[in-house]
């Protein structure tokens, strides 16, 4: 139990262009969904919590206009990147927390590596 | 907001020796601290949690120790195998929200 899938697991983009990127959770209701970026050997960097039918809250320096989410349903939870500048490549992982079993354990995707050209 | 330090960053051991690595939080309200490990390439897998109202938890060779008082935390690694080698994370929970502030990270090698 408490899959959570990603996709794409891999994206390829140019500069300029945005990109899309679902969160699922497979086998539970995610009540809210985390989204975390990643830096090669850092640590996980939490952009913004996302809770099903309201907007997204997002942490300290993360651009709400540049990272937009979605949270539409209780199993899907989308990140878009847009207008994706090099700097923006990176890993993007999210995570979901089953609300209604109501722990606090937070059960990750496989993550998304984004490569802006 | 809520600060984690963990240490160390990376820690080498030979199999069948003991690992432990530290985190120690800033905020006196968490209540939950749980230890994920990451493969490279990898989704981070949660791998033993507690809570603050619990001192001590043990699963199998993992085992977790929080002393609330000196806001501080550990996972110990027993009986090392080279499967243990990952990076490991630690993290905590305020009471008040449900995002978790995540630790450094620990790269743990074991040598066979």
């Known amino acids: 139990g408490a899959v959570v899938s990603q996709h794409p697991s891999r994206v390829i983009c140019k500069s300029g262009t945005s990109v899309k990127i679902e969160c699922r959770s497979l086998d539970f209701q995610a009540t809210t969904m985390f989204w975390y970026r990643q830096f090669p050997k850092k640590s996980l960097m939490l952009m913004a919590t996302?809770?099903?039918?309201?907007?997204?809250?997002?942490e300290q320096g993360v651009e709400k206009d540049k990272f937009l989410i979605n949270h539409a349903s209780l199993t899907l939870s989308t990140l878009t990147v847009t207008s994706a500048h090099p700097e923006d490549s990176s890993f993007y992982i999210c995570?979901?927390?089953?609300?209604?079993?109501?722990?606090?354990?937070?059960?990750f995707g496989p993550g998304t590596r984004l490569t802006v050209t | 907001g809520e600060n984690v330090e963990q240490h160390p960053s990376t820690l080498s051991v030979q199999e069948g020796d003991s690992a432990v690595i530290k985190c120690t939080y800033s905020?006196?309200?968490?209540?939950?601290f749980p230890w994920y490990k990451q493969e490279l390439g990898k989704r981070p897998q949660l791998i033993i949690d507690?809570?603050?109202?619990?001192g001590e938890k043990k699963d199998q060779r993992i085992a977790v120790t929080l002393n609330k008082t000196a806001k501080h935390f550990s996972l110990h690694i027993t009986e090392t195998q080279p499967e243990d080698s990952a990076v490991y994370f630690c993290?905590?929970?305020?009471?008040?929200?449900?995002?978790?502030?995540f630790g450094g990270g620990t790269r743990v090698l074991v040598k066979p």
């Open positions: 507690i809570r603050s109202n619990v």
């Open positions: 996302s809770n099903e039918g309201s907007k997204a809250t997002y």
């Open positions: 905020d006196s309200a968490s209540n939950y």
């Open positions: 995570s979901a927390r089953d609300g209604i079993a109501g722990g606090y354990e937070q059960y």
């Open positions: 993290a905590a929970k305020v009471a008040a929200g449900n995002k978790l502030t």
